[in-house]
């Protein structure tokens, strides 16, 4: 079970738009086994990307 203050970290980062590194590498185990998944600076700037600048909605699914 993760503690209050794991949660309360992912929260924040959340309502600021920067989703959980750990979650991201979860989902792409369960649904892109065929994929390496980014690293955490790729992943970073891929969602500041994504939230800040350029076109689409940077969601993979």
């Given at each position: 079970?993760?503690?209050?203050?794991?949660?309360?970290?992912?929260?924040m980062?959340?309502?600021?738009?920067?989703?959980?590194?750990?979650?991201?590498v979860q989902?792409?185990?369960?649904?892109?086994?065929?994929?390496?998944?980014?690293?955490?600076?790729?992943?970073?700037?891929?969602?500041?990307?994504?939230?800040?600048?350029?076109?689409?909605?940077?969601?993979?699914?």
């Amino acid at each position: 079970m993760k503690g209050f203050f794991t949660r309360w970290a992912e929260m924040m980062r959340l309502m600021v738009g920067q989703p959980h590194y750990e979650s991201y590498v979860q989902h792409m185990a369960r649904h892109h086994p065929d994929r390496t998944p980014m690293n955490r600076t790729e992943f970073f700037r891929n969602r500041e990307q994504a939230r800040y600048g350029g076109k689409g909605s940077g969601r993979c699914c």
